[in-house]
DNA sequence: ACTTTTGGGGAACGATCGTTCTTGACTGAT
DNA sequence: ATCAGTCAAGAACGATCGTTCCCCAAAAGT
């Protein structure tokens, strides 16, 4: 019973990682939200709870839909150089976003990205059989890189110079 | 002539350093700014111009009294395990922030914590005799370790598996 | 002593923030 | 045909945002 919706929840939570994904989260206006997402005010209240509800189904389907499969394409890595150009390509914005920003502040997030982070850690130690600090490192090491906008030959030249590791 | 400041222009500016490197631009209000450094909102005003005019000395501030003597420190390393400690563990929360954050939303931003991060590279090319891409990348993979809050291992893990570089 | 200049105190501005309310349109079940 | 329940449209809420105004206090120059 009752009226149909009128939009694509699907749709409107990529979306919400787009706009999320651009600029930080104080940047992003619930207006912009309605306006971009095309649905209404009270459809983004009745469906999310609020704009933070919103905000965390977001980061969820972020790390969903683009940190699950990044972790089963590293399965398939053999060596540091595949790793970092896999995930320092990766679109992660949200992701980075989330850990600089939003976690120092809202506790619920820091648990979120840590837990994205840790097993992408162990993605990386699995298939290349090293230790997990040394994942972590270059799970670090490639959003260092990333972050940097991955300048030309950086990347490169990091692997270059490290051992085969395993 | 005039009535004499009854605050520290320099210890203001230090203690907006401090907040704007805690939280992103848009969680510091104007009152957390006048309530925290001590300084009437007509003077903040008077002196910076705007929030944003009080960020931009504070960041360039923050580079100049937090970058620079890492860059001179820089100068003395000679090898990749000094340059990953020293750059990772300098208090770098403002320019992290500044290059997620706002340098995105804020031309004036990016080109200052890009001068500041190619002035860290070349030091660390100097230092070690290396190719600026190469540190490049040593400075991401730094920053990537800060941003994750240097997870115990990883940055002596990945030293150990760097060639001497030089 | 008087003027001039600058800084601090505090209220107030319009704009925008996230959120909620009211109303009416739509649709499936009775 | 009627009812119940969901959604959309849009105005409006109080709170907070960055910024400005007015007034008086304090100190330097004449």
Redesign the pocket.
Known sequence: ???????DEDEVVRAAVGLFGGRAY?G?????LVTHLG?????L??TFG???GLYLVALRRHLADDLRPLAEKLAAATDSATVLRLVSSADLGLLLLAVVERAPADEEVAAEVTAALASLDQAIADALGISTELAAALTAAALGLRLRGNPDGAAVALTQHLDPLN
């Open positions: 019973m009752g009226r149909r919706r009128a939009f104080d992003v206006s619930v207006d912009d649905l209404h005010r009270n459809s209240y009745k609020s704009k933070r």
